[in-house]
């Protein structure tokens, strides 16, 4: 059966389990929405911030013992925890976990602006 996602930050806490660190701005952008998504059978949540093309994403899901697809990407440093980082010209992915729980921040901005998004949920 298909569930509605849960809207808004504490709503989506409660359908991933975890807590959902949603900040009201983040790298200079306002916060967008917040949401409950299904990733297959991981619950996940997703907060955006800005808006159009230039919006960044933040997808949090419980961590796992299974490796991560994107383990295989190049090493980096987000508040002095082992994450991965991948830099393109279209855009920016840099994922960590810590506490249990893996950060995915991903946008169309520069390699800085986004890791300036992850140090500062770090």
Known sequence: AHAAPAIG??????AVGIK???PSTLAGFPQGEVRSVDL??????LVTYGRGLGTIFVLEQ??????SP????????IAGMKGRELDTTLGSLVQWSRGGVTYTVVGSQSPARIMTA???LA
Do not use: F, N
């Open 40 to 45: 297959g059978s991981h619950p996940a949540a």
């Open 70 to 77: 994107l383990s295989a990407l190049p090493s980096a440093s």
């Open 9 to 14: 930050a504490a709503a989506a806490a409660q």
């Open 118 to 120: 992850a140090q500062s």
């Open 62 to 67: 419980r961590g796992t013992a299974a490796k």
């Open 20 to 22: 959902v660190a949603a």
